[in-house]
């Protein structure tokens, strides 16, 4: 064998020797992580790639009496994240005296069913409100005292300028912490935590508190005034928005030192679920969505305050794609993933997914699904996910790389959008809704019966695509860049095994002459496209 060639089969046999011999140890430091670059996220769990395929049960359901009706329905799922409540009342029923016996079958329980699980941590806040604050928080005002409305009346809220109520939510987040840190920190089964829930207040949109009152008078607090550009009093800064804006800096300074003490223990990402105001203008903070939130009018005053909260993620309950996509565009910034960690439940929200993807991003949950006889009925409410997720789950951790590559784009139908061109330089992917001759370029395909078309499409090499959809139909036609005249040279159904492309069968004729068409069940393409 030739020198160089041995050195690089050396080379290889020592990579592969690398992969298999990692001891475990050397494994499990490696915590889930969210990393970046200019402006794209990829979130890793033990070192790889990770797209969240995630639901999220209902507020009751972390109950031992509960658990079995959750993994009824999540094994019939192609998901891999199950997002959990873990309820301050729950784990420290008396002061100091820490129950995880609920938390510790959750894992274990998570574990049996090969889940990875997100924790949503509700404490101070849940909706805008504090009810999962313990009995001995609740009764005891003077200790732990509410928010004051600008009557002077408290609220049931809890006031974000009290440290004692902030020291007691860090005392019982980082137990919480380090009793993960004891049974999973080699593990990870836990993959990511939420602070809070929600954060922000129903009832007033700022503390009216003689303490807040005093912090209000000082005006905009230097670091805050410095980050942002502005200065003087809250008024001055903030001008009709200094109350929400006062209240935010509140929350968002609390919720990141119960982030950072958590991460002192065990550095696991977190992020901040937010309550969205709909439909952006006209809204009523503290009344029409919990004032102080991470809303995106106060994004940029939470990034600026809360250095320790690695996302923002918006909890998506319109069924308008319109709206839907200015939510997504509002959190995916350069410095904010896109990570829809709350949607409805029902099928208007398939093409959330689709677009959330075209943004590059880490994972999308739908909300309230278990058997605990609230939103869900019945299994086949959520077929529409299970038809979205079952053709990623194989492939989620190229799609994770893809998307962590820029190589991603979607297209979903809406009404009078029924062909839209997806531009990949030399190629120009062309998605279409309904039906309509292909060869007729000008013509306007029909749409289809619901206006759910949806399709992803992702550059796996110059001229190769990887594709899948449901009731859309997709061809390859020469782009701006691309020169001479467009063949397919092989469509291949199949999927990801492992890491591998398996391919099931080739498509040709009547599946790809005009268009390569997915029904309502998506499947897997890999396009090969050539010049002649
Ligand atoms: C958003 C909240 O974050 C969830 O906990 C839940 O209350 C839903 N709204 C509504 O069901």
Redesign the pocket.
């Known amino acids: 064998m030739p020198q160089n060639l041995r050195s690089i089969a050396s080379l290889c046999l020592m990579a592969i020797a690398s992969c298999i011999f990692v001891p475990a140890s050397l494994r499990a430091e490696e915590l889930p992580a969210l990393i970046s670059h200019d402006g794209h996220f990829q979130f890793q769990v033990d070192g790889k790639p990770y797209l969240i395929l995630g639901v999220q049960i209902n ?1 009751s359901s972390t109950w031992l009496s509960a658990l079995p009706n959750v993994w009824r329905v999540v094994d019939t799922l192609p998901i891999n994240t199950v997002e959990a ?1 873990v309820y301050w009342e729950q784990i420290e029923p008396r002061q100091g005296q820490f129950d995880f016996a609920t938390v510790d079958a959750l894992i274990t329980q998570a574990r049996e069913h090969r889940m990875h699980l997100i924790l949503c941590w509700f404490g101070t806040w ?2 805008g409100q504090m009810h999962y604050a313990p009995e001995w928080v609740k009764t005891d005002t003077k200790t732990y005292p509410r928010m004051m409305n600008e009557a002077g009346q408290p609220i049931d809220v809890l006031s974000a300028s009290s440290d004692n109520s902030l020291h007691a939510d860090i005392a019982a987040y980082t137990a919480l912490m380090k009793h993960l840190k004891q049974i999973d920190g080699q593990q990870h089964t836990v993959i990511m935590m939420q602070v809070e ?2 954060p922000g207040s129903i009832g007033a949109i700022r503390d009216h508190s003689a303490a807040a009152d005093a912090q209000f008078a000082k005006g905009v607090p230097a670091e805050l005034a410095h980050a942002l550009g502005k200065s003087g009093s809250w008024h001055d800064a903030f001008g009709a928005e200094a109350d929400e804006a006062f209240q935010a800096y509140s929350v968002a300074k609390y919720i990141d030192k119960v982030s950072n003490a958590g991460k002192q223990v065990m550095a696991l990402p977190t992020y901040v ?1 937010v ?1 969205q105001r709909y439909p952006f203008a006209d809204r009523i903070p503290g009344s029409d969505y919990p004032s102080g939130g991470a809303t995106s009018n106060m994004l940029d005053l939470w990034k600026a305050t809360a250095h320790t909260i690695d996302a923002y993620a918006p ?1 998506m ?1 319109s069924d308008d794609v319109g709206t839907q996509r200015k939510i997504i565009e509002n959190y995916g910034r350069p410095d904010n993933p896109v990570w829809i960690c ?1 949607s409805a439940d029902n099928e208007k929200y398939a093409q959330l997914f689709y677009m959330a993807m075209g943004h590059g991003a880490i994972g999308l949950a739908t ?2 699904v278990d058997l605990t006889d609230w ?1 869900m009925q019945k299994l086949d409410q959520v077929e529409w996910l299970r038809q979205n997720f079952a053709a990623m789950l194989p492939m989620e951790e190229q799609l994770a790389t893809w998307a962590y590559a820029g190589h991603i784009q979607t297209s979903v139908e809406t009404l009078g959008s029924t062909r839209q061109v997806l531009d990949f330089g030399r190629w120009n992917a062309v998605a279409t809704y309904g039906t309509y001759r292909a060869d007729h370029r000008t013509e306007q395909p029909s749409g289809t019966e619901k206006h759910q078309g949806r399709l992803l499409v992702a550059q796996v090499s110059p001229d190769e695509f990887v594709v899948t959809g449901a009731d859309a139909s997709v061809s390859f036609q020469l782009g701006s860049k691309g020169n001479g005249h467009a063949q397919i040279l092989r469509v291949e159904e199949g999927r990801y095994e492992k890491g591998e492309w398996v391919p099931l069968r080739i498509w040709n004729g009547d599946q790809t002459d005009f268009g390569m068409r997915f029904r309502h069940s998506p499947v897997v393409l890999k396009v090969k496209m050539g010049t002649y």
């Open positions: 507020n409540p849940k909706n829930n929600e679920n309550w909890d309950y709350e909300f309230g939103n």
